[in-house]
């Protein structure tokens, strides 16, 4: 499951086609790369939380406008490879999350969303119990398993048009409590999901769509590079990240 014939086209079961030019042949060896890199399948299953890195860029001054940021997590559907099965929502209760900016200090507030307060630059954790599955959606074993992670999804709402938003880093944290006493999200995180490969023409294969949808772009960051998102005409933007 998930290769990709000489032809480009994914297939399901069996042994690829092989390419019939060298192009192709590369083009195969850079899909596959690209995949392994996003995969978090080799996350550790007792992980506790979801992080990522973000930056709001917006014509607000510094600390005056609040981005409201609410999350989503797409299960692997385990009959189905490939394909998104169980959704987890972190917006139907209050919970507590954490985040690191540019003074280095990790601080924490409780909401049924994160507020993201202009200017911001840095982590955002969020433990995988504020999350509960829809229920329209079936999971065989009930509960979000870190290791099965297929997808994380971004629904932001701006307080000012036309605001800019980059993610990179998107990972799980394996220990809240370490996290929170040292200060050191790095070394107690894993990341699965980076932008550092992927290039622009792959970019709509593993960003895309859930709402109202932005304009994607891969633009060089602090950390290397990172996916930019802005609404092209609203405040509100909804994309999804594959990360398997």
Known sequence: DGQIDGSGKPIKAGYPTPPKTRQEALDVIEEFLIRQYLTMSGANPNAQGVVFWMKVDDPTPPGDGKTRLQIMLGEEDPNNKGHMGAV?????????????????KVNSDKSNYVSVPSGFEGYIVIPFSA?????????????????????????????????????????VVNDIAKLVSTGDIEKNSDFGQNFENIPDTQLANFVFPLGPSATKQIVSSANGKALMLQSPSGSQIHEGVKVS
């Open 131 to 171: 999350f509960e599955k829809h229920p329209a959606y079936h999971d065989p074993n009930g509960v979000l398993d870190p290791d099965k992670l297929f997808m994380v999804s971004f629904d932001l709402h701006a307080s000012t048009a036309g605001s800019k938003y980059y993610f990179d880093n998107i990972g």
């Open 88 to 104: 987890y929502f972190s917006n139907w209760k209050e919970f507590n999350y954490y985040y690191k900016g540019k003074d280095g």
